[in-house]
């Protein structure tokens, strides 16, 4: 590579000109290795340009070109995009929202609302009933095949068009739309039902007079609306009252976001303290609301109340609100609607994911165009071989509507059927219980995986979080010295208990507190040290003890704190995060345990039965930006401030001090497979919190920039604070992980590993879990932040062979801004990929690349809500219930309990719907295809004449009674028995080749068709008497049997139904013939000539495709037929 490479060749006159320098030690530090840069060519973005005035002088020019339009202009194209704009504005001007805004709401007072606002009703209706006809018929008929058949059948009402009866094309026409409708018809009254039911649930709305009943969908703005436990939320509220002593409740947000975990929500305090319900219509107050937002998880907003002086102001956060479909959990609560229907956050959130198309599909609609192509290529030879004498377009149309059955309509009905027996199959599987189809029209996707991109937590680990490990920076305990943290914590509380048995907690951490107060200027013991820590930790949290019996979680304030049944076996814990409780949990083990916590307190039980009482003075909850959480609490017994936190190492590294030895302990600890957490403190004088707390709640009553004034306020708290512990929790492996993931490898199933956690602990899942084997080369990709740095990494990346890639977030963004297409070639080559610290959106550009630059499919696995955007990008989702909720599992298109099941699920059910799906789509092709090649030979025959060989019933019942149920029964066929696909995974291998449907296949399947039915035809006309009808009854009984034998000689594994299948329509045929006096004469097909006739063309027909068959398996048998031998 030349060492200068100019960006702008073509500006010869410019004044400034732009290189690529290799040399450049400020860019690019490459002079280590400069022959690096010729094995890999660097594509130079369009940030290595600049612009200069030319680029300028040339905009009025562009504007010149863009008016000078003439007729010329118009005449050559131009009329498109007039047209396409005309279209694109009128498609704006229908779709044109209003626009959203913030709001005002006052209590109780829906009148006095300023816009107007939409209605409460949830409408999940695709049509009306003026709608419903017309947009079933557009679904159907804006695809070209559906439409094919409609421009044929309307052409029958032509009378020089006209074939044959009427019926014969509309008959077929009308079934495939009738089960169209009718499906479109029930789901749309399901949906209905639905509607109305949820329309109509009645709630308690808060007026004047009192209260009175509404229904859900009645409901306005402004409205205050009563809503009791396990009843559903009916609008987006701001919560004003509760029956809760503590000011505050649980919902269930489960059919929000998925998330089991309870969350805890705040009552408005001003609201709160109002002594009765009533007095909600004697203030004078109002809610001032941000716009409805997408964001679930965030909303800014003000409470004011005006009838008082000074006015009483309260900021408006998260934990104020009640959103749409949501569940009371405990209590009953009061809310103020400020947004309803459409504008709610459930419905804002409602997203429709593009309708996936199985690669089966595609490469059968590809087949259908080509046979479309067929026929009309036939339809010209037949014309010309006619000579082009008199109407010959009368006549070509004429022959390429003969010549339709080559494209068969039952195709599409055939195939969806067989998909819902697919997953029919699937859900029944006793195999894989819990296993749900969402998306029943890609089955075949489970048989054609190369890639499977799988989550970590929760996925491959069950989400069962055990504490394994705390370390102290000087001193490590794991699980078998956990007697030793028990007994420094009994003895830092046991001593002042026997002093003073009556006291609540005030002597027996007085002198811990004198130690902690004097900071690090004093050496502490390990036993100060111990217990600091576990203190911090089992006080650093958002965990809520819930009680059965009575307690905050039943909504029961009758009882006062001290008669709550505190004992162990009554007690759980919840909170939105599995590490927190197990935290928790770990530190009720070794004596310190949470009793009790509501809105401003919390209580720890000592090992002797003390209780320690701390005010809540703040709480600054974990969000994934921040990485970490904090509290600042006041001890009732001392009076003393402190402010606790915890969160990720890479947060925490420049908060703590005293931090040498943490980062080595993290890596120690994610070696171990640990997920680590780092606990702090920091002590507060009075005057630095109330420093701290003005500016604080300053910036939570901003409206604008609140989340960043609020960050800046909290940060400047983060200083110099004291690094007390490093916390390690294992998440352990679900059951059976190992062997599916060999299976899946054994299959030719590439897999990447793709988690949110650290590098060490995400390299150690992989090891354990076997995704990376022992002996396997590991290449941990390093750090880089820059093009060059990135060069030179791919360059040492390319030169490993069979490793797998390990590889952060920060580092595979910038890998995929300068070397998309490198990174992506060379990531593919290595038998596992691991990417950590991955954000939900690069899991989903990392499935969007692997589409883009294979064209192999891809499936993504995962159980969280962050997995949802990589479920959906996937060709195929698989959603897992776990601890994280059911969010990813009903976003995804198939529903599993545990991950070893997704072994079973692709090669089994998805081998078998493949090969099944693949074998039923060509069969229905051939038997268009077999019966177009009798009409072509009849019609030679007959100096190119087109009249049609078979009329009226005869071509209905070939397509539906005669053949359907013996085709269809291919649903139920398969190779070989689900116990030795299992055992030999490597027959999955060969179906992502497309083996089973593709061009060579069916190229065979034509000249079967062709072979059979130029034998069928030629020996009907041969062997024939002297009357037309026997040509009719000779031929088409052979069809009809020669398709029941091929059949037969298709299927590899016999069902009972097939054989039903089978007698079933043979009997249907020979019970028709008596009726169908017009097409059969019943005196000569009781006769044996018509019998031995019927039996030759048929055993020619098939019997020399049965040896081939045979021949074929004896010298070179396929994979499954040597297992079945």
Known sequence: MADSILLNPLRKNSKRITHYNAARHSRYSLEDEPSNLDEMPLMMSEEGFENDESDYQT?????????????????????????????????????????????????????????????????????????????????????????????????????????GYLYTYWAPLGFVLAVTMAREAVDEVRRYQRDKEMNSQLYSKLTVRGKIQVKSSDIQVGDLIIVEKNQRIPADMIFMRTSEKNGSCFIRTDQLDGETDWKLKVAVGCTQRLPAVGDLFSIKAYVYAQKPQLDIHSFEGNFTREDTDPQIHESLSIENTLWASTVVASGTVIGVVIYTGKETRSVLNTSYAKNKVGLLDLELNRLTKALFLAQVVLSVVMIALQGFVGPWFRNLFRFVVLFSYIIPISLRVNLDMGKSAYGWMIMKDENIPGTVVRTSTIPEELGRLVYLLTDKTGTLTQNEMIFKRLHLGTVSYGTDTMDEIQSHIVKSYGLPVTSQPSGSGTGGVTPSKKTQASGPKVRKSVS?????????????????????????????????EADQDFSDDNRTYQASSPDEVALVRWTESVGLTLVNRDLSSLQLKTPSGQILSFHILQIFPFTSESKRMGIILREESTGDITFYMKGADVAMASIVQYNDWLEEECGNMAREGLRTLVVSKKSLSEEQYQDFENRYNQAKLSIHDRGLKVAAVVESLEREMELLCLTGVEDQLQADVRPTLELLRNAGIKIWMLTGDKLETATCIAKSSHLVSRSQDIHVFRPVSSRGEAHLELNAFRRKHDCALVISGDSLEVCLKYYEHEFVELACQCPAVVCCRCSPTQKAQIV???????????????????????????????????????????????????????GRLLVVHGRNSYKRSAALGQFVMHRGMIISTMQAVFSSIFFFASVPLYQGFLMVGYATIYTMFPVFSLVLDQDVKPEMALLYPELYKDLTKGRSLSFKTFLIWVL???????????????LFESEFVHVVAISFTALILTELLMVALTIRTWHWLMVVAEFFSLGCYLASLAFLNEYFDLSFITTWPFLWKVSAITLVSCLPLYIIKYLKRKFSPPSYSKLSS
């Not at 993504?860 to 969010?887: F, L, P, R, T, Y």
């Open 59 to 163: 905009l009025p020019r562009a504007r010149v070109n863009q008016r000078q339009r003439g007729l010329g202009w118009f005449l050559l194209g131009g009329w498109k995009v007039l047209c396409g704009s005309c279209c694109d504005c009128l498609v704006h001007v229908c779709r044109r929202r209003k626009e959203l805004k913030a709001r005002t709401v006052w209590l109780g007072c829906p009148e006095k609302c300023e816009e107007k606002y939409p209605k409460n009703g949830i409408k999940n209706q695709k049509y009306n009933i003026f709608t419903f006809m017309p947009g079933v018929l557009y679904q159907q008929f804006k695809f070209f095949l559906n439409l094919y058949f409609l421009v044929v059948a309307c052409s029958q009402f032509v009378p020089s068009l006209k074939i």
């Open 528 to 560: 100060s040290r111990i217990h600091e820590a576990v203190k911090a930790i089992a006080l650093c949290h958002n965990v809520t003890p819930v009680y059965e019996s009575h307690g905050s979680a039943n909504g029961e304030t009758e009882s006062a």
């Open 848 to 902: 969007r690349l692997l589409q883009q630059h294979t064209d192999n499919r891809t499936c993504a696995i995962g159980d969280g809500g962050n997995d949802v955007s990589m479920i959906q990008a996937a060709h195929c989702g698989i959603g897992i219930e776990g601890k994280e909720g059911k969010q990813a599992s009903l976003a995804a298109d198939f529903s599993i309990t545990q991950f070893k099941h997704i």
């Open 1008 to 1022: 079967v068709s062709i072979y059979q039915g130029g034998i069928l035809m030629y020996g009907a006309l041969v």
